[in-house]
């Protein structure tokens, strides 16, 4: 039981499937029409059927000749005239021939942001350090706590910094505000000349007007569309600092990554298609064994964002109670998933994994090879990621641990069940290209899955009511006259305590 495409190899032996479990879940991923499913979307159709959108993620990383067509136009030439501009500015803040308002060249990249303009960009830079310029320094704020804005700019000379706000909308709340805090902070420094901004700050947007609004010149605006989801977007203009720490070479070979597994994932069968088969299994211990989480754990440490990013690819994708057409589900639909960096994991949250009352399928991912070689560590890692899954899978039973000498009454707390299910994601080394290809796999395995519950993966109505919510709450604290509190008891005794607080302060 495994399947190869681009180099990547997934061993899912150790799972609690047999020949005929594969063919049942493969009969389900056909009965709920995934393979036509698939095309409609590289066709460009308006899968997205809530917001009323393509989902085109797959045409950021199309070759220059492909033709992809939305609304009547091919959408593949815009991609790459973006792609264009973004190589550009990359390279002229690389090599330094962009320079900040006072002539000093950049040094500093912060890149303000939040959900999908900031998780994979965040991930990426932290995936990707082996073969970024060492020269700059990469930052990143997502969160409107103003200790995150501070933090990163503490050490920072505003005459060096560049800020990329990067926000599809342009009207998201977090990042507004500290676009504003990085305005000021910005224009404070550089004598309050606003025609300093045109050097020290760019955004990446699809809404023009208010990119204007905010004073930045649309010229050092870098576009994307409405058939890229937030958190599909790190391949788009998004990834604009992404390009900047790696080079305009490197994020081509990424979006190379990404595409050699969409081909495969459009075009293979499924029983040897590696998304599909991910994705029927966590299917298949959601729905059928009552999983309720899937951990990731990458032994690899510059991975270590990448369960943080792939946590809002999964939940936000598809974490929904009812179905295309709006009906109630009765079955559980997206797993929590969750992980952190092996070997780390093992000597802390494994104990319940091996030998707690709950069932947690495990996603291993590793590599060949290290990007920092030394000495005996990478087969030492290796070692303990193999080790992991065997005795995951194996486990030891009661006689095997008497025979040890174990003493009757201690047995039992020695004992592992086994037959606790894992996969095993195995590629070469973590180069730009293999990046690409192991997002676009869990992209395609979170299509497959929301395929099959009949979710709509592609919106996100989940995050609007505490939106609107804070936006009503905001002038109750803001206010200096005591408002009139209309909440439940908790909340306005909450919003008063608070107040009190402020006062007190
Ligand atoms: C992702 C979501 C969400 C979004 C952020 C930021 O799929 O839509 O995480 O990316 O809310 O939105 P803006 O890019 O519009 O600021």
Request: net charge negative.
């Amino acid at each position: 039981m495994t399947a190869e495409a681009a180099g990547v190899l997934l061993d899912y032996s150790k799972n609690r499937i047999t020949n005929e479990t594969l063919s049942l879940l493969i009969q389900l991923a056909e009965g709920s029409g995934l393979r036509s499913r698939i095309d409609a979307m590289f066709r460009g159709e308006k899968i997205n059927v809530t917001e009323k959108r393509a989902v085109l993620h797959v045409a950021l990383r199309a070759p220059k000749d492909a033709s992809i067509v939305v609304d009547g136009e091919n959408v593949v030439p815009q991609v790459h005239a973006v792609l264009e501009k973004m190589a550009g500015f990359s390279k002229s803040i690389r090599t330094g021939e962009w320079k900040g308002h006072t002539g000093k060249r950049i040094r500093n990249i912060v890149n303000i942001g939040i959900g999908g303009s900031d998780l994979g960009p965040v991930m990426a830079y932290e995936a990707l350090r082996h073969y970024r310029d060492r020269s700059l320094a990469f930052r990143f704020v997502s969160n409107v706590d103003s200790t995150d804005f501070a933090e990163a700019v503490r050490d920072l000379d505003p005459a060096e910094t560049l800020f990329i706000v990067s926000s599809k909308t342009f009207t998201t709340l977090e990042t507004m505000t500290n676009a504003h805090s990085a305005r000021a902070w910005s224009l404070e420094a550089l004598g309050g000349d606003e025609s300093s901004i045109a050097k020290h700050f760019v955004a990446v947007s699809t809404n023009a007007s208010e990119v204007a609004k905010f004073g930045i010149d649309t010229a050092n605006m870098f576009g994307f569309w409405d058939w890229v989801g937030g958190r599909y977007s790190m391949d788009s203009a998004i990834g604009l600092s992404t390009m900047i720490a790696i080079g305009p070479e490197n994020f081509r070979t990424m979006l190379d990554g990404f595409h050699q597994i969409d081909e495969h994932f459009r075009t293979a069968p499924f029983e040897r298609n590696i998304p599909v088969l991910m994705g029927l299994l966590a299917v298949w211990y959601t729905d059928f064994f009552g999983a309720e989480t899937v951990a990731v754990l990458p032994y690899e440490q510059y991975l270590k964002r990448f369960p943080a990013y792939l946590q809002q690819l999964t939940m936000e994708s598809n974490g929904k109670h009812v179905t295309l057409d709006g009906a109630e589900i009765a079955y559980p639909t997206s797993p929590i998933y969750w992980g952190e960096p092996g070997t780390n994991g093992q000597h802390s949250f494994y104990q319940l994994i091996h030998q707690g009352t709950r069932l947690i399928p495990c996603d291993f991912i590793a590599f060949g090879t290290s990007l920092n070689p030394l000495g005996r560590h990478h087969d030492i890692l290796m070692a303990n990621v193999f080790a992991q899954s065997e005795a995951l899978a194996f486990g030891k039973t009661s006689d095997q641990v008497k025979a040890e000498g174990t003493p009757e009454w201690l047995a039992p707390q020695r004992v592992f069940e086994g037959n606790r299910p894992s996969n095993t994601i195995l590629a070469d080394r973590l180069t730009p290209e293999v990046l690409g290809k192991l997002i676009a796999l869990y992209e395609h395995s979170v299509f497959t899955q929301g395929v099959i519950w009949q979710i709509n993966s592609f919106d996100q109505w989940g995050v609007e009511l505490g939106k609107v919510l804070a936006q009503r709450i905001i002038p109750e604290l803001e206010t200096a006259a005591e408002p009139e509190l209309g909440h439940d008891s908790s909340t306005n005794a909450l919003i008063s305590r608070y107040r009190h607080l402020k006062e007190s302060a």
